[in-house]
């Protein structure tokens, strides 16, 4: 069942459902996974490496304010320098691939262009299905590329793909 699952009479009985689902799914964090993901980063980081991050609609909201937690966040933070580019923010470039080749392939194409074996890709996508992303994710396994995958829902195939998949029991958007 997915939430919203009936109506709503006013906006408090709203809100205060979606933070008991919203609490629910925070509980299903593994924190060992979550630190297996933060040594990929920082190993990358203190290589001189790139991260990249991508998503779909609302995760691509997410993959582009990665960019900056982690440009200012763990600069401010710590003494790493993160090098880090969503590959969801350029829209010129998504739209001429989606255009003139295949959305499937909007994150695949650049990646080819900016990725080096030792970078690291996040992938964010509740589904982990996204066609786009698991093309991304493949690629990025095939060319040396770290994989981390952020997932709701089942997993999906990127979840598979991962070297780290970050899971949030959640059956929501």
Same mark, same amino acid.
């Given at each position: 069942? *997915?939430?919203?699952?009936?109506? %709503?009479?006013?906006?408090?009985?709203?809100?205060?459902?979606?933070?008991?689902? %919203?609490?629910?799914? $925070?509980?299903?964090?593994?924190?060992?996974?979550?630190?297996?993901? @933060?040594?990929?980063?920082?190993?990358?980081?203190?290589?001189?490496?790139?991260?990249?991050?991508?998503?779909?609609?609302?995760? @691509?909201?997410?993959?582009?304010?990665?960019?900056?937690?982690?440009?200012?966040?763990?600069?401010?933070?710590?003494?790493? *320098?993160?090098?880090?580019?969503?590959?969801?923010?350029?829209?010129? #470039?998504?739209?001429? #691939?989606?255009?003139? #080749?295949?959305?499937?392939?909007? %994150?695949?194409?650049?990646?080819?262009?900016?990725?080096?074996?030792?970078?690291?890709? #996040? *992938?964010?996508?509740?589904?982990?299905?996204?066609?786009?992303?698991?093309? @991304?994710?493949?690629?990025?396994?095939?060319?040396?590329?770290?994989?981390?995958?952020?997932?709701?829902?089942?997993?999906?195939?990127?979840?598979?793909?991962?070297? $780290?998949?970050?899971?949030?029991? @959640?059956?929501?958007?």
């Amino acid at each position: 069942m *997915t939430f919203p699952d009936n109506k %709503f009479s006013n906006a408090g009985s709203y809100a205060r459902a979606y933070f008991e689902k %919203f609490q629910d799914a $925070v509980e299903t964090i593994d924190w060992e996974k979550l630190q297996q993901a @933060a040594d990929i980063l920082t190993k990358v980081y203190r290589d001189g490496g790139m991260v990249y991050s991508c998503g779909n609609g609302g995760s @691509a909201a997410i993959a582009n304010h990665l960019v900056c937690d982690h440009c200012k966040l763990v600069q401010t933070d710590t003494q790493l *320098t993160p090098r880090v580019v969503s590959l969801s923010a350029t829209v010129e #470039i998504i739209t001429a #691939i989606g255009n003139d #080749i295949s959305y499937d392939e909007i %994150f695949l194409y650049q990646l080819r262009s900016l990725a080096r074996p030792g970078d690291a890709l #996040i *992938t964010i996508s509740s589904s982990g299905d996204s066609e786009n992303i698991v093309r @991304a994710a493949k690629w990025a396994k095939e060319n040396g590329l770290s994989v981390i995958s952020m997932t709701g829902f089942s997993g999906g195939r990127s979840a598979k793909i991962a070297d $780290v998949n970050l899971h949030v029991t @959640a059956d929501n958007y």
